[in-house]
């Protein structure tokens, strides 16, 4: 056996692997055995058929194929062993094979661990820029705001005013008063905010009170519009009747409440409740503004680095991230139906999509790799293990 290298761009070898039939011959009796495991033949029990036998009942073309395999297979073993240096992964793809007299030579790729090239020096000049994660006077009200709502009470009340959140049945009807569709919202305060049409229509409105609105598109808040499209007639009003008006009642941050909703003996006064919510959302903007400040580091140093990332790699974070859309789809059966649903160009296009993410994503995984080996950062294994650890500290190091 003899075999040629050859490197090619897109961080994979190209093999040439030449075997002479006296080589392939000596592989026989082990292919062989292969066979007579699942054999069964009259007057023999499974897996003892008589290589002989084996032979002559195994079609030529399954033998030579099974000969073909354990060939490449077995050689490849070699191929890697006598050239460790190189990081070879994944599983041989693209096999084509030639025979001349006396020899077959097998070609086909094998990829292997992405190298990152630095091409230029200008990522000596990017940094990641310093964040504020404090929380401000705005964020803190509205983070209280938000818990005084899910401590709310709510009490029965009988007409729509300010601080009541109230169910509101909605029927669209055309011009005969048949109905074309229904559907049910809780409307309060947020909604009257956002759009004013609401506000006026039902405040102070009574329990099961009827509503008659026009059904002027151009005039109605997206909630309020047609869901479905295929439908025979033609829209003319909507009749809504609010129902099950409550009172929102928000607890008052005495040290009552706050010792009674939160559970801290240490926790007593307003200002020792901010302080707590200040430090949550100092913690939460931290992580997303870190996580944003690297993305956007490493967008700007792209160019000083060239990096290749393998079809291996790429196909198994292909697969990775279609396991995850299965889940998200509960079963592969429902991931399946979806499928059937969409044309064969839209699924080839989202197939696309989700194999340049990948893409994207592994390329930034390695390019954060050779950053950290280029700063020369201290590096753990329980880093590794730590979300955020390795982000964190190539932050320090900009920001020492």
Not at 185 to 203: A, M, V
């Amino acid at each position: 056996m003899n075999y040629k290298l050859t490197k090619w761009p897109a961080s994979n070898y190209e093999i040439n692997l030449t075997v002479t039939t006296e080589e392939m011959a000596a592989n026989k009796n082990k292919v062989l055995q292969q066979f007579q495991k699942d054999m069964e033949l009259k007057w023999f029990r499974k897996g003892e058929v008589p290589l002989d036998m084996v032979e002559k009942n195994v079609q030529p073309a399954y033998l030579q194929l099974a000969l073909f395999e354990e060939a490449v297979h077995q050689w490849t073993m070699q191929v890697v062993k006598e050239n460790e240096k190189i990081k070879f992964i994944g599983n041989i793809y693209d096999l084509g094979q030639e025979e001349k007299e006396g020899t077959i030579t097998f070609t086909y790729k094998l990829d292997i661990y992405p190298d990152v090239d630095v091409t230029n020096s200008d990522r000596e000049k990017a940094k990641i820029e310093a964040i504020d994660s404090t929380a401000s006077e705005e964020e803190l009200q509205e983070t209280l705001k938000n818990l005084q709502k899910q401590y709310a009470d709510y009490q029965p009340h009988d007409k729509v005013e300010d601080d009541t959140v109230s169910k509101v049945s909605f029927k669209i009807l055309n011009e005969t008063g048949a109905e074309i569709d229904s559907w049910s919202l809780y409307l309060g305060n947020e909604e009257f905010d956002e759009f004013s049409l609401l506000k006026t229509t039902f405040y102070e409105k009574k329990e099961n009170e009827e509503i008659q609105i026009d059904y002027i598109v151009e005039d109605l808040p997206p909630m309020l519009h047609l869901k479905s499209t295929e439908v025979e007639w033609t829209p003319t009003h909507i009749k809504a009747t609010v129902s099950d008006i409550k009172k929102v009642k928000l607890p008052e941050w005495n040290e009552e409440n706050i010792q009674k909703l939160f559970w801290n003996e240490e926790l007593k006064t307003l200002d020792e409740l901010k302080v707590k919510v200040g430090e949550a959302i100092w913690w939460q903007k931290k992580e997303a503004l870190l996580m944003q400040g690297i993305e956007t580091y490493l967008q700007s140093i792209t160019s000083s680095f060239g990096i290749t990332i393998p079809k291996t790699l790429i196909d198994e974070e292909f697969k990775s991230r279609i396991e995850s859309l299965k889940e998200r789809f509960w079963w592969e059966e429902w991931l399946k139906k979806y499928y059937e649903q969409v044309w064969e160009e839209e699924k080839a296009k989202m197939h696309d999509e989700i194999k340049t993410a990948a893409k994207s994503s592994l390329e930034k995984f390695f390019l954060l790799r050779k950053v950290i080996e280029t700063v020369k950062l201290d590096v753990q294994d329980a880093d590794r293990q730590t979300p955020m650890a390795i982000e964190q500290k190539l932050y320090d190091h900009f920001n020492k």
